[in-house]
Every structure is written in C-alpha cells, then in structure tokens.
C-alpha cells in the first residue's frame, strides 16, 4: 500500500501567506500584543540601571522608593500584556487549526475512492488524529511561544544598541554559532521527524487491524505471532527516537555556546569600556541585565523550535491530501453531462498492478432501463467491471461510457449524482437513524425517509425502536444495545444501504453482492420491493445467488477477466454452457 504525498514548500507557502492574508487583523493584534509586552519589559532593565547611577550619585529614600515602585508597576503590565498576548496567539491558533481541519476533511471527502482504497489506511488515519493534534501543539503553543520570544530577542537587541553600543558589539559572536548549527541541525531533524510520522502512520495501521482482527486472531491462536509483527513495526520508532535525542542534544551544546560566548564578549568590552570612560556603571549594568535576560527568550525559542518543525512536518502531511485532490482535479477535463444512461464498455481492459491484468478486453453494451446480471467464480473480475462502471477505477484500456460520455471526462460529482455502487460492505454512523439517512440530499422529509426504510424492509424494525427515526444507531455485529445506541448487524446495515439508494434516486444503480448477507427469503423479499423502486433504471447487479438471474433482461457470464457468454436467463440455459453449469450448481446447493 502507497502513502499520500507531502505537499512541497510551494504548496505550505501559499498555505502560510493565504492563511496571513484571511486572518491579516487577527495576526496584527497579537503581534502587536506581543510588541507591546516586550517594549514594557526592555524598561525594567533601565530602571535597574538608573537606579545603580543614582545611588553612587547619591540619592534620596524617597526616589529609591519611587524608582522601586515603578519597577513593579512595570513587571504587572508586562505580566498582564503577556497574558493577553498569549490568549490572543492560542486563539489564533485555534481559528487557523480548524481551517486546516475543514480543509483536510473536505479534501479526503472529494478524493477519487480508487486513491483511498489503494493509500495506507493507517497514513490516512494518522493524519487525521496524530498529525492534527501535532499541528495544535504548533499552532496554539509553539507559535505563540516563537512569537513571544522572537519579539523579545530582537527588541532587547536593539535595547542593547541604544543603552551601550560597544559591549552590545558582543552579540555578533551568536549570529555565526547559531548559523552553523541551525544549518546543520534543521534538515537532519526534518528528515527525522518525517520518518517519525511516517513510521507512526504505519504502527497505527497495524495495532488497529490487530485490534479489529483480535477475536480471530484469538481463535485461530495467532495473536503471539501479531504480537511479534507489531513490536517490530513499533521498532522502527525507537532508533529513530535515539537519532532525535542526539541530533537535540548537539543542538542543545551548540546553543549553549551561542549565549555564553556574547556573554563573555559582552562583560570583556564592557569592562574595557568601563574603564576608558566610554560608558557608565549604570548602562553597563543594563546592557549585562539585557543580556542575561536573552537567556530566557533564547531557551524558549530553542525550546519551541522542534515543536514548530514538528508541526511543520504534520502541516505538510495533512496539506499533502489536499495536494493529491487539487493535482487530481488540475488534470480533470471539463465534466460534460450525459445524454441517457446507458452504459458502455469497449475493449475495457485494467490491471491493480502493472503487468497483472484482471479484465481482458471487455466489450458491453447495457441499454438505459436495463437490468443486467454479471455472474461467475470468484475472482473473475466481476465486482471489477462493477468498479470500472462506478468510475472508481479508470480502465489501463479500452473505454468506459455513460449517456455517450467516458467516464473518465465526468469528474466525481457527475458521476457520483449519475452512478450508485452498493457493495456487501456498509458503514452504520454512530448518529441517529435519521441522520445516516439525511446524507442524501433527498433525505430530509420524514415521509420519503419513512417510505424508504419500509422498502428496504425495515418498518417493523423501525416500529421496536424506541425514537423512531431519532434513535441512536451505531454499526456492530449483533442487534443490542451499546452506550444507549441501537447496534445495527452487518444484514441490516445492508438493509439501511438500501433505503439510502431509494432516498439518492440516481438513474444507473450498481448492486455487488448488495443482499449477500440476509438469508435467502429476506433477499428474495428485498428484491421484490425494491423492483418498482429501480424500475426504469440502468441495473448492474453482480450475484452469486443466481435467483436474482431469473428476472435480469440479461445474463453476463464473467470468466477470467471476459464476458464468455451473454443473454437471457432462458436462452443461457437452453445453451447448456457456463451459465447453465453454474445454475445448476447453485440449485442443487439452494435445496
């Protein structure tokens, strides 16, 4: 299984500046908090200073006082600023991470199903749930942080400048240390945490299959063996971790050199500087605070930095997704609609994987209204000409055409309101009965809703639950009771798939093994109320219960990736080839 991509620098680019530009007054204001706070800081230091000057000047309590209380003055605005300015920046981050959000879920939801299905359900998963919460970590706290600390380093530069310029020359030592060692630390660490995520992405996938899979790996005895194969998937994390912590770890050595060096630098210079009669006690004083006061900021900023690229790396993952979606939609063609709704095949041929071809050369052709039945062994390709019709694969061969237009040139909207493709697996939400039937967009009227559902043979069922239409459902594999929700078997789900297809009313209806899960009769009565609904529609219904046959218009026999024989129930019988082999296994197997 594949991964998704991760979006270039372009693609997180424009993400940064269009998210600026959207929340361009927001940013404003907690920046401008930010500044503020650390302006109102950079006085206390100068406050210090001058009261070092005025007592080897020689003083007054009185003015000691004053000077004193002004100093706390000053610390409980800086701590009030501060306070604001941080809610401000982790509100921001809220606002942006739910845009980013809204963007990934509306972006998985529009992406082709052949993409999803053929892309590691765990990636997916992980970026959903881990990589969000990592980006939260970078935008609610990291960047506020960053913020805070950058303004502060930068503002007490210049404070530095400005109170004592020679012993402020000092500073210039950090800029080659810190150049070297960012250069060297940023991308080793960014491939590091790429491999993180990554190799995170593929231990969820694993420990939820093993979790989904436990009672059969119960019974089967093989839960020591999937033991074994997700301690080493988990493996892969801890050399990797290693490699983290000392990557931070020389980092960390490099930083701490970066501060003291100034710091030296500083007090030598100003101590000469001192002693020349170029500056006073006082400013010197000052600028020694200032730097000292660096340290804090620098640590943060240091601190907060793998946060941010941490968020960095989960930003790329989570906008990768929507990556794959506008790459998909940029080599669309313009989506014309169908003239009827008849479908197609010539010369269809496709392969999951380069070289293994499953279908060979298919032509059919199934008049709009039609109902034709595709049957034989298992693994002829079926349910992949039922795919190949539903457009979530795209032929490697041939064409697929519906109302006289390729499926391909349709986009996913058009083919999503022309073509329904019901297959034996269904999904149950865990919302109310009539939220899982309001999806469609024809779902929101009690009356259609409750027609609906009597169709696809749920009334009485509908009758025992205790809401009606508002009960809480959720998807399970017996009907009982879970945390005050109805548990919807995996027969039933089926049913409810149903009444969805009766509420979406689109014209070409794909059923693959739609029925396969209720007993017989319950199918046969199923397909017998469900008859009028799909009257009049295109029909492709891919069996292995050949009952469903007997009222086809048509009968597709399917070996081997071709159609070997094609017609009427009662014709395909009297040929006494594979389709009257297989109904005659089948018979014999009903009774």
């Excluded at 899979?213 to 080493?232: H, S």
């Excluded at 801890?238 to 770890?249: D, F, K, S």
């Amino acid at each position: 299984m594949r991964r998704f991509p991760l979006a270039d620098a372009a693609r997180v680019r424009r993400w940064i500046i269009d998210t600026a530009l959207a929340n361009k007054a927001a940013f404003a204001v907690t920046l401008g908090c930010f500044a503020a706070s650390t302006v109102v800081g950079l006085i206390a230091p100068r406050l210090l200073g001058h009261l070092l000057d005025v007592v080897v000047a020689g003083t007054t309590v009185e003015t000691i006082d004053g000077l004193a209380l002004a100093f706390l003055a000053v610390l409980i605005v800086q701590a009030v600023l501060l306070r604001y300015a941080r809610l401000r920046g982790i509100m921001l981050g809220e606002k942006l991470l739910a845009s980013a959000r809204r963007g990934f879920v509306a972006a998985t939801l529009r992406l082709p199903l052949a993409t999803v299905e053929s892309t590691s359900s765990g990636d997916l998963m992980s970026r959903a749930t881990s990589d969000v919460d990592k980006l939260d970590e970078g935008l609610s706290k990291a960047v506020p942080e960053i913020l805070v600390a950058t303004v502060t380093v930068v503002f007490t530069a210049v404070a530095m400048l400005l109170t004592a310029p020679l012993p402020a020359l000092g500073m210039l030592i950090a800029v080659p240390v810190f150049v070297v060692a960012v250069r060297w630390y940023r991308p080793r660490m960014r491939t590091a945490i790429d491999v993180e995520l990554a190799s995170a992405a593929d231990a969820q996938a694993a420990i939820a299959e093993t979790v989904d899979g436990g009672r059969v790996l119960d019974q089967l005895g093989r839960a020591p063996r999937r033991i074994t194969v997700n301690a080493l998937v988990l493996g892969v994390l801890r050399p990797n971790g290693r490699n983290q912590a000392r990557l931070i770890g020389a980092f960390d050595a490099g930083a701490e050199l970066a501060y003291v060096l100034p710091l030296l630098a500083i007090l030598f210079i100003g101590w000469w500087s001192y002693q020349s009669g170029l500056v006073g006690i006082g400013a010197l004083a000052a600028v020694v605070l200032y730097a000292q006061a660096l340290s804090d900021p620098l640590y943060e900023l240091l601190k907060w930095v793998d946060e941010l690229m941490t968020g960095s790396a989960a930003l790329r993952r989570i906008l990768g997704v929507e990556q794959l979606r506008a790459d998909h939609e940029d080599t669309a063609r313009p989506n014309p609609r169908p003239e009827g709704h008849e479908v197609r095949l010539q010369g269809v041929r496709f392969g999951y994987r380069e070289g293994h071809e499953v279908v060979h050369g298919v032509d059919l052709e199934i008049a709009e209204g039609e109902r034709v039945v595709l049957v034989g062994p298992s693994g002829a390709g079926k349910s992949t000409l039922g795919a190949l019709i539903a457009g979530v694969y795209e032929p490697t061969g041939g064409s697929v055409r519906i109302g006289g237009v390729p499926v391909t040139e349709l986009g996913l909207e058009r083919i999503r309101e022309q073509v329904v493709l019901l297959t034996q697996e269904q999904h149950v939400f865990s919302a109310s009965l009539r939220e899982n039937l309001a999806m469609t967009e024809s779902g929101s009227a009690d009356e259609p809703m409750l027609a609906a559902l009597r169709t696809a043979g749920l009334g009485d069922w509908l009758g025992e639950l205790p809401a009606g239409l508002d009960t809480m459902i959720s998807g399970g594999v017996t009907d009982t009771d879970v945390d005050g929700a109805v548990t919807v078997g995996a027969a039933r789900a089926q049913q409810l798939a149903m009444a969805r297809l009766v509420l979406a009313d689109p014209r070409i209806v794909v059923l693959d093994e739609a029925t396969s899960l209720l007993d017989a009769d319950s199918a046969r009565e199923l397909d017998r109320s469900m008859a009028a609904t799909l009257a009049g529609r295109t029909v492709i219904v891919i069996a292995h219960r050949l009952g469903a046959a007997r009222s086809a218009d048509r009968v597709a026999v399917v070996e081997g990736g071709r159609i070997t024989e094609l017609g009427p129930h009662t014709e395909l019988l009297g040929q006494e080839g594979a389709y009257a082999r297989l109904f005659q296994r089948w018979s014999a197997g009903a009774r």
